[in-house]
């Protein structure tokens, strides 16, 4: 897998072994647990930051999702978020950590639904950035790539970059400077990741947010869900009907940001997750 000089500088020194595959993940600062749980098609990097301002007064955790960053990737592997809340569930187990307040993006905020749904995880609060949770959702792209993934993966390399840069690119309402798109496209170079990125897209299935769709007004924390204003991945009214679900949960807009949240207006999600962590 080839790196940017950039994720060099995002180390995730420890390993954790998930049904014999490794999960990287990272911890800094001490005090009340504070986890980070990236999106597709992004790793834990996308927290670079966001994470660091909390780790005066916190212990912080971020990881990359099985398939995902620096973590494995192999033929075969399913990577899909039928799998994801069991990682993120074990992984609680391995750190010893009861009821965290955990901060989401996009699938993330599935996993994290999921695992809270799902696997019973009890959380001190939880954040959800443009999630995927509400139905229907999957670009085109994404059904192309469901129908045809053995063609695209086996790509020339210079068509699958010109894909996947011009993909990512559309997750930010500002224009990403090349040194982050390359940070954010470069697990998913090589054979290994090259085949990893039409992977993880084609194992997309609404089933999984289907699963958890009757139990979204069960989330037993406090729940806050920002959004993007220009998002142009998940249209913001998805989120409106997300916080109409769950009881007590609060809604807020991000100006001039779109999917990414964290690239388009970092200084505004730092704001209102101290506002909300008080």
């Given at each position: 897998m080839?790196k940017?000089?950039?994720?060099i ?5 420890q390993e954790f072994?998930?049904k014999?595959?490794?999960?990287r993940f ?8 504070l986890?980070?749980?990236?999106g597709?098609p992004f ?11 909390f780790?005066?007064?916190r212990?912080?955790?971020?990881f990359?999702l ?6 494995e990737?192999r033929?075969?592997?399913?990577v899909s978020?039928?799998i994801?809340?069991?990682l993120?569930a074990?992984?609680l187990q391995?750190?010893r ?8 993006h996009?699938?993330g ?5 999921r695992?809270?749904l799902?696997n019973r995880?009890?959380f001190a609060?939880l954040?959800l ?12 792209f994404?059904q ?5 993934e053995g063609?695209l993966?086996?790509?020339p ?16 309402f500002?224009p990403l400077?090349a ?6 496209c ?9 085949a990893?990125?039409?992977r ?23 729940v806050l ?13 998805r989120?409106?009907t997300l916080a109409s679900?769950i009881?007590n ?6 100006p001039?940001?779109g999917?990414l949240v964290q690239?388009d207006s970092?200084?505004?999600?730092v ?7 008080i």
């Amino acid at each position: 897998m080839t790196k940017s000089n950039a994720s060099i500088l995002w180390d995730l020194p420890q390993e954790f072994l998930f049904k014999g595959q490794s999960v990287r993940f990272g911890v800094i600062g001490d005090g009340p647990p504070l986890i980070f749980v990236h999106g597709t098609p992004f790793s834990s990097v996308v927290w670079r930051r966001i994470a660091p301002h909390f780790a005066r007064d916190r212990r912080v955790y971020f990881f990359d999702l099985l398939g995902y960053g620096q973590s494995e990737m192999r033929e075969g592997q399913d990577v899909s978020l039928g799998i994801q809340n069991d990682l993120f569930a074990r992984l609680l187990q391995h750190w010893r950590i009861e009821r965290p307040d955990v901060v989401a993006h996009d699938f993330g905020g599935a996993t994290a639904l999921r695992t809270h749904l799902l696997n019973r995880v009890d959380f001190a609060s939880l954040t959800l950035i443009d999630p995927v949770a509400i139905a229907p959702w999957g670009s085109p792209f994404v059904q192309h790539v469901r129908k045809h993934e053995g063609a695209l993966s086996g790509l020339p390399p210079y068509i699958h970059d010109a894909i996947l840069a011009a993909y990512v690119s559309g997750a930010a309402f500002r224009p990403l400077p090349a040194e982050i798109l390359d940070l954010y496209c470069s697990p998913w170079r090589g054979d290994v990741g090259q085949a990893a990125f039409y992977r993880q897209i084609a194992l997309m299935d609404q089933r999984f947010t289907d699963e958890i769709a009757d139990r979204i007004s069960t989330v037993r924390c406090p729940v806050l869900i920002l959004w993007g204003e220009e998002d142009r991945w998940i249209p913001i009214e998805r989120g409106r009907t997300l916080a109409s679900r769950i009881p007590n949960a609060r809604f807020h807009t991000v100006p001039m940001a779109g999917h990414l949240v964290q690239d388009d207006s970092p200084e505004t999600l730092v704001a209102e997750l101290k506002s909300f962590l008080i």
